[in-house]
Nanobody, 120 residues
């Protein structure tokens, strides 16, 4: 059993900054990769940023230059630093872990989501 939980969400003003964190716990043999997604009401869930097991990062065009993803594999955590936030960044942000079991099976696990309203 694997559980994933986000933390650090909350109200932030336009132009402000916010740091989200996420931790995985349970039966984990190896983490292949991590990612952050977000979803706006009435819209499809979209990728914000990802980081591979080799440390290669990928960002959505809409957040490039304003967002940084980082990880601590030993602590099984991934963070998302967001700067110069815009009202259109308002969304529920979801943490994602790609995890191998000891049997060699790769599964994807999601956190319940963290609300980030960007408003003055």
């Amino acid at each position: 059993q694997v559980q994933v939980a986000e933390s650090g969400g909350g109200l932030v003003q336009p132009g402000g900054s916010l740091r989200l964190s996420c931790a995985a716990s349970g039966s984990i043999f190896r983490i292949n990769g991590m990612a952050w997604h977000r979803q706006v009401p009435g819209k499809q869930r979209e990728l914000v940023a990802s980081i591979s097991n080799a440390g290669i990062t990928n960002y959505a065009d809409s957040v490039k230059g304003r967002v940084t993803i980082s990880r601590d594999s030993a602590k099984r955590t991934v963070s998302l630093q967001m700067n110069s936030l815009l009202p259109e960044d308002t969304a529920v942000y979801y943490c994602n872990f790609q995890i191998y079991s000891r049997a060699g099976v790769l599964d994807i696990y999601w956190g319940p989501g963290a609300q980030v309203p960007v408003s003055s």
